[in-house]
């Protein structure tokens, strides 16, 4: 007898970093997506897509090649036809490419876009940290004003805010490329005579990228970086002006914010104004829930014409996180109005055809049709909230009528076929008025 072989099947399961949005959390996302987009209404922001995969090199010379981002956490491959291309680890060099691409040096300045959709870091995953994270984030490219700053940055802590969180915004100024190096200078000489004090990676970083050796939280470098020469020392008058603007604006607006001088941010295109939106949990631990800053040489790098900008972006499983902590209250989407119910196989025919008419005459209707008993779909009625229940059977099919049932009372009338919808209207709008007076 032929003995049966066993294979062993691996299991499937998420990619390691990766997350399934489920359908209890999408109630945050849609509140999210709705706070963007009313925020970007307000403040005349358009909304921009841009590919994920783009070519690798467009983030070597945005981001930085010497960056973690670049160096370390970019998920790049080639095409079958070999471009070099990656997943974006972030949305800005995208929006920045398509502006030039686009002729958009041509339009209107400054243009004001907006963007929410997934990036890719081959971070460590951990808790708010994973390979693939949604971002949205608010770019404004062509004005230099320092008003700009601070609308962005206003933008940045009240949509969080709005959202529930209570947060503050940690801010610097990282000069440009005409006082930076002079500051890089002093910061170079300030740790190569710590040199020994340092982690293994920032002696790397002394290196390549100093700025970065501000930001580390290992213990030694905290600790080294908390004397370390401060960038606002070394701003020139330009520098020092428009950050002096930004923080007189800020001071004008209701914002919670701290200078802060060791934000250098992680990526390289940054120039005078850079901050970060931090939330403090209960043991006192910061968590950055999103960043920006302005960077005025980043058009000109990637091939534009001389053009500044500022912006920023917030991490969206991050700031969830923090709202499901801090118990805000999020409300399901508005339920249903109308349920409709079928008994037998003409009804559900019927009921098909009906909840098409229904659902594109614009009601808010739902349905069950794959349950047979009238008592399972009134408990699936009940259970979405619906308003009224529409009941078809044989005998309605045959009188061309159907029972309207108000789920609050249980009273059922029965309405003629063709006068539902105008029967319906009448009566959602007698409910509307009730709950206005109400002030429901
Ligand atoms: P960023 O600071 O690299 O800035 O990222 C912004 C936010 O994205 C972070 O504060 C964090 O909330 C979220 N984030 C980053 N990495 C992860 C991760 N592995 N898992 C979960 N969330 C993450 C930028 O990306 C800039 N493009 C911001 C900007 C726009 N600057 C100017 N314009």
Same mark, same amino acid.
């Given at each position: 007898m032929a003995t049966k072989k066993k294979t062993k099947k691996s299991k499937l399961q998420l990619v390691k970093g990766m997350k399934d949005i489920l359908p209890d959390e999408q109630k945050y996302w849609d509140l999210i997506r709705d706070k963007v987009d009313n925020f970007a209404h307000n403040y005349g922001f358009s909304r921009i897509d841009?590919?994920?995969?783009?070519?690798?090199?467009?983030?070597?010379?945005?981001?930085? *090649?010497?960056?973690?981002?670049?160096?370390? *956490? &970019? !998920?790049? !491959? *080639?095409?079958? +036809?070999?471009?070099?291309?990656s997943l974006r680890p972030e949305g800005t060099a995208g929006v920045v490419r398509s502006y030039i691409e686009h002729g958009m040096l041509n339009m209107p300045q400054p243009v004001k876009l907006f963007y929410m959709g997934p990036n890719f870091r081959y971070d460590k995953p951990q808790a708010g940290r994973y390979r693939q994270f949604w971002q949205f984030g608010f770019e404004s490219i062509g004005d230099d004003d320092p008003v700009i700053d601070a609308q962005l940055i206003i933008i940045s802590y009240q949509i969080l805010r709005e959202l529930g969180l209570d947060i503050e915004i940690q801010i610097n100024s990282i000069g440009d490329a005409e006082c930076r190096p002079q500051y890089i200078k002093a910061i170079k000489q300030y740790y190569q005579t710590n040199k020994n004090d340092l982690c293994s990676e920032c002696s790397k970083r002394l290196l390549k990228n100093p700025l970065r050796l501000l930001d580390c939280k290992v213990k030694g470098c905290n600790e080294l970086a908390e004397s370390a020469p401060q960038m606002v020392d070394y701003l020139d008058d330009d520098c020092k002006n428009h950050f002096m603007s930004v923080l007189e604006y800020l001071d004008e607006l209701d914002v919670k914010y701290n200078l802060n001088h060791r934000i250098v941010r992680g990526l390289d295109y940054y120039s005078k104004t850079a901050w970060e939106i931090i939330e403090t949990d209960e043991s006192g631990k910061l968590h950055a829930l999103g960043g920006g800053g302005r960077y005025d040489?980043?058009?000109?790098?990637?091939?534009?014409?001389?053009?500044?900008?500022? +912006? !920023?972006?917030? +991490?969206? *499983?991050?700031?969830? %996180?923090? &709202?499901?902590?801090?118990?805000?209250?999020?409300?399901?989407?508005?339920?249903?109005? %109308?349920?409709?119910a079928q008994l037998g196989i003409e009804a559900r025919k019927k009921a098909l055809k009906l909840f098409e008419d229904l659902r594109g005459a614009g009601f808010n209707v739902v349905e069950s049709m794959s349950k047979k008993g009238l008592k399972d779909q009134l408990d699936i009625a009940n259970k979405k909230g619906t308003l009224f229940t529409l009941i078809l059977g044989q005998k309605e099919i045959a009188d061309e009528t159907i029972l309207l049932r108000d789920m609050d009372s249980g009273v059922q009338e029965v309405v003629n076929f063709n006068k539902i919808a105008s029967e319906l209207v009448k009566r959602l709008k007698k409910i509307e008025e009730k709950n206005l007076k109400a002030g429901k």
């Open positions: 841009t590919p994920i995969v783009e070519s690798t090199n467009l983030f070597k010379r945005s981001v930085g *090649e010497d960056t973690d981002i670049v160096s370390k *956490e &970019m !998920f790049s !491959f *080639e095409t079958p +036809g070999k471009d070099k291309v040489e980043l058009v000109h790098t990637l091939g534009g014409r001389p053009t500044p900008a500022v +912006g !920023f972006a917030i +991490g969206i *499983e991050r700031v969830i %996180i923090k &709202m499901q902590e801090k118990k805000v209250e999020v409300s399901k989407r508005k339920g249903y109005d %109308i349920f409709i």
